[in-house]
C-alpha cells in the first residue's frame, strides 16, 4: 500500500453496522410505537447514521445502546446481533 494511501476499515465493519440499520428500520415499524416518539428515534438513527461516516464503530456502539432502550420501549420489536458469526456485532470488535 502505498504510505499517501488513506487507512480504510475493514469491510467487515460497514456490513454488519448496515445490517443493524436493516434491522432498526424493521423496528421503527412497529406499531406499538407512537408515531410521534417514531418520528424522534428515527433522528437518533440518522445522527447515528451520518456518525458512521467518520467512526463507524463508536457509531455500532451508539446504535446498540439505541437498540436497548428501543427494546424497552417495543419489547419484541428487536433483533439481537446473534446473526453475526461470531453472535456479536462485528461493527463493534476493534
Do not use: W
Amino acid at each position: 500500500m502505498p504510505p499517501d494511501a488513506p487507512l480504510r476499515p475493514r469491510p467487515s465493519r460497514y456490513a454488519a453496522f448496515a445490517a443493524r440499520l436493516k434491522d432498526v428500520h424493521k423496528a421503527l415499524g412497529d406499531p406499538r410505537i407512537p408515531a410521534q416518539r417514531r418520528a424522534e428515534l428515527t433522528k437518533r438513527v440518522l445522527a447515528i447514521t451520518a456518525l458512521s461516516r467518520h467512526d463507524v464503530t463508536v457509531a455500532a456502539h451508539r446504535l446498540e445502546e439505541f437498540f436497548n432502550e428501543l427494546a424497552v420501549l417495543a419489547p419484541g420489536a428487536v433483533s439481537s446481533p446473534e446473526g453475526t458469526p461470531s453472535g456479536k456485532n462485528t461493527a463493534t470488535q476493534g
